[in-house]
């Protein structure tokens, strides 16, 4: 099984400033055949579903704002806010589905 | 609207059943594949069970493994999670989620249901 570990465990960034989030897999989520890393982003706010970010590493869901982007590749992603806004307070979970999918232990933002 | 309605969750004693639903409005419920995530409260997210499009390939957790039982049936647009053999540690929210862009699995979930709360306890 793949395991997903997130760094930091939780974060404090100032209105306006960048976050960045972590994510490292076990092994690589990159699928040889189409080039595409198998690595979904969450955001999930209190008593709410998570919600769909980001996925194949870098590819924003439809409607969600420019501020957020994907990077990486093999085992090494990052979860890039450029401008936190308040509205970003959440906790952000990584998933792959090369494999059985697994989730990262989240990673849990707030506002400095 | 796209939407995913989950139910049956509630609380049950250890050992035993439960049966949850998920009706899906919005999409070719068939075309996409299909799965369960839970979350213990105050704790992190667990995949634990998918069926492809067709139903005609199920996945599995290893710690539901033997107990728990995916479904669909399309004619109806609901999937369902038999629960057998509950435990304490399976008290979780249990939510519905959509494959993105696949009927085979192996995609992000982009439509997630708001979830139904299982709780076991003697």
């Known amino acids: 099984d793949i395991v997903m570990t997130q760094s930091p465990d939780s974060l404090a960034v100032s209105l306006g400033e960048r976050a960045t989030i972590n994510c490292k897999s076990s092994?690589?989520?990159?699928?040889?055949?189409?080039?595409?890393?198998?690595l979904a982003w969450y955001q999930q706010k209190p008593g709410q579903p998570p919600k769909l970010l980001i996925y194949?590493?870098?590819t924003r869901e439809s409607g969600v704002p420019d501020r957020f982007s994907g990077s990486g590749s093999k085992t090494d992603f990052i979860l890039t806010i450029s401008s936190l806004q308040a509205e970003d307070v959440a906790v952000y979970y990584c998933?792959?589905?090369?494999?059985?999918?697994?989730f990262g232990q989240g990673t849990k933002l707030e506002i400095k | 609207e796209v939407q995913l309605l989950e139910s049956g969750g509630g609380l049950v004693q250890p050992g035993g059943s439960l049966r949850l639903s998920c009706a899906a409005s919005?999409?070719?419920?068939?075309?996409?594949?299909m799965n369960w995530v839970r979350q213990a409260p105050g704790k992190g997210l667990e995949w634990v069970s998918a069926?492809?499009?067709?139903?005609?390939?199920?996945y599995n957790a290893d710690s539901v493994k033997g107990r728990f039982t995916i479904s669909r049936d399309n004619s109806k647009n609901t999937l369902y999670l038999q629960m057998n053999s509950l435990r304490v540690e399976d008290t979780a929210v249990y939510y519905c989620?959509?494959?993105?862009?696949?009927?085979?699995?192996?995609?992000?979930?982009?439509?997630w249901g708001q979830g139904t709360m299982v709780t076991v306890s003697s």
């Open positions: 989620a959509k494959d993105t862009h696949s009927s085979t699995w192996n995609d992000a979930f982009d439509i």
């Open positions: 919005g999409f070719t419920f068939s075309s996409y594949a």
């Open positions: 069926i492809t499009g067709s139903g005609g390939s199920t």
């Open positions: 092994q690589s989520v990159l699928y040889s055949s189409n080039n595409k890393n198998y």
């Open positions: 194949w590493a870098s």
């Open positions: 998933q792959q589905y090369y494999s059985t999918p697994s």
